[in-house]
């Protein structure tokens, strides 16, 4: 029996030292493929999870859907506001309208709080309008409104939209400045007149209500106001190593950008930009006394930068706690590595496996998904494939 | 006894196991940093390793130096030729002149062979000259000219001057085409003509003759021609897995390039670019029944690409057979992920710790370093840095 023993104990040794072939896979670069989890989703724009394997998913030109990622199912959530247009109903040129982000509360489990961004129609025009609602039954109920970025125009781009909570559990909005040309600015551009509700960032509570710490923009600003002079802001998201907002925005030409959100900073558009101005006679007043905040990061390509994202998973070990950037326009994903504020490197994958991407998303397991832009829209798994020695 | 030896059993099967903190290191990235091995080096552009810690470097303004790396010892190697002229003995706007490539033969150890490419001067102006000699008690000895890149001209850009043996032990060369500006083009473009040496790749033989089967360009061209329509090409290398030999190139406006070598290709320069002319009025002629062969990669911003490698070592799995490019412009690094012979991503090192590089080069070790050009030019050994937890 002794000498069973032994050689069980050999065994089970020989087992454990086995799962040192991840140590061998350190020498092994670990590389992204992507695999469609969901496809016919109507230009997807965010992601909620409400578990590893359920989210709320926004389409642009669609509805707000319930997933279920392994069984494929789909349910469209009843009860969207009756306000909503898109830019299939209501067909303009370069018409941007439709269902944006999608949130659900932190304490989502207890309450049921979900958050919507989207474009809400009067008889003469549109905005973005950001509301919450209770899910329940696969319906909304209890709708509340929290912002309504009047006022409402037949300008049909830029509405912004991107939200996300913060550390502080306050509520984060980007709201765009809805221009395509810099000549239509008014006097006082849109993005720096304060009293202007479009292109800016808001803070808020969660019910709407403004938090007493904000930052003071003076008497005349609108409500919420946290940061100004922007243009096109669509993904923001928390850092969690630190807590710090990072924004994307994009640029006319060339001119996208990331940004780090700090209370009461002026980003600048109009007046300063990393790419050119669309209008070449305009000209923007000068602002006297005001320091414009630099963005992180701008390219010389035009990329338009969406729903980004830090990574904190394990399946890539060398992401770790990178800012992945997905775009519209060039189609691959970006990956920052970042120490403190300061970008040390950037990758650009998917080089030759491009789509529009509008949103990327991590799941509460750690797993990496992204969303396309595309009629036949999908939600896409970013997973790890290990090299072997014979690749 | 038997106890005794189950439990020794037991230690080194545990101890064994603990070697899997490496696994535990999977999960925390891998950052490269810089350290300085070796300074005080004038404009270094290339060097050739003879053993794991000696080392021959070029530099560009300087000597061809013997250096070891752990007692930083440095030796001018005497016997260079007496033609070199570099743009500090001979100054002139945009000079670009100087001793480039060093290279040692791949039986370095029983032969003693070194390829040196440079500037070699006559009474009325220069031209790239690669050369040969036996490297014996610190000096060059037995001189043998193999390419002599004619006419000597007044015009002191783009030398080329890059090399690198191939698996098939032969020796490819790259030639510049000199002009700084397309008006400046003869009626036949200079690249683009068979029958001058200027704005080509070479394959030769180590002792200078031609190999019988090279490409065929016709009874007038240039001997040793390989490919052609090159404008300022430095770096050149082989990738290990396949063979395959990679260069880089220097466009005007904009359009630097990464090519994969083809024998017998035409890449097109000045009649196709992915970059701008400099002279805005310069129309080239057109040239019928000629295929331009693409090039695998381009930057839309200036980086000034030179000395590439394809990394091997294990420090850095996850750059395993990476392409890894320096920088003159930029002054970051750039690391490609090539599949076949596509590129699947591409990330920028670095960034925030610029400088301008001309070469990268892997030691015998599988260690990476890179040479920086500068007046206080720098031998910079590219470190891996494992995050903890705490980072």
């Not at 469609?36 to 999870?49: G, T, Y």
């Not at 998201?237 to 700090?262: A, C, M």
Request: glycine fraction near 8%.
């Amino acid at each position: 029996m002794k000498t069973y023993t032994l050689i069980s104990i050999l065994i089970l040794a020989t087992f454990g030292c086995k799962e040192r072939t991840i140590a061998d896979e350190k020498n092994y670069p670990t590389i992204p493929v992507k695999e469609v989890v969901l496809d016919s989703l109507n230009h997807p724009w965010s992601i909620a999870f409400i578990s590893n394997v359920e989210a709320l998913i926004s389409e642009k030109d669609g509805d707000l859907l319930r997933v279920n990622l392994e069984s494929k199912e789909k349910q469209i959530i009843k009860g969207f506001p009756t306000d909503l247009t898109d830019s299939i109903r209501a067909i303009h040129f370069g018409d941007n309208s439709g269902i944006f982000d999608v949130l659900v509360d932190p304490d989502f489990k207890n309450n049921q709080w979900v958050y919507v961004s989207y474009t809400a129609k009067k008889a003469f025009g549109t905005t973005t309008k950001v509301i919450r609602a209770q899910l329940k039954n696969d319906a909304l109920t209890n709708h509340q409104t929290l912002i309504e970025a009047a006022p409402f125009t037949r300008e049909y781009y830029h509405y912004g939209g991107g939200m996300t909570f913060g550390t502080d559990k306050k509520l984060y909005v980007t709201i765009g400045e809805r221009l395509f040309w810099e000549r239509d600015e008014p006097e006082i551009p849109i993005a720096q007149n304060v009293t202007d509700k479009r292109g800016k960032i808001y803070r808020i509570n969660p019910n709407g209500s403004i938090p007493k710490d904000n930052p003071d923009f003076g008497p005349d600003a609108v409500l919420g106001l946290y940061a100004m002079g922007i243009r096109a802001a669509q993904g923001i998201t928390v850092e969690p190593r630190t807590g710090k907002i990072w924004f994307s925005e994009h640029g006319t030409i060339q001119g996208d950008e990331i940004n780090i959100l700090e209370a009461g900073a002026n980003y600048g558009w109009p007046n300063v930009t990393s790419g050119k101005l669309r209008s070449k006679d305009y000209k923007p007043p000068t602002i006297e006394g005001v320091a414009f905040t630099p963005p992180a990061w701008f390219w010389s390509h035009t990329v338009a930068p969406t729903g980004l994202t830090f990574y904190t998973g394990n399946e890539f070990s060398e992401w770790k706690n990178n800012l992945i950037v997905p775009g519209l326009s060039r189609g691959s994903l970006w990956r920052f590595r970042i120490e403190n504020e300061t970008i040390e490197s950037a990758e650009e994958l998917f080089i030759h496996d491009r789509v529009r991407s509008r949103k990327v998303m991590q799941g509460p397991d750690g797993k990496l998904y992204m969303l396309t832009d595309e009629d036949d829209g999908k939600l896409i798994r970013i997973q790890p494939k290990i090299y072997s020695k014979t690749q």
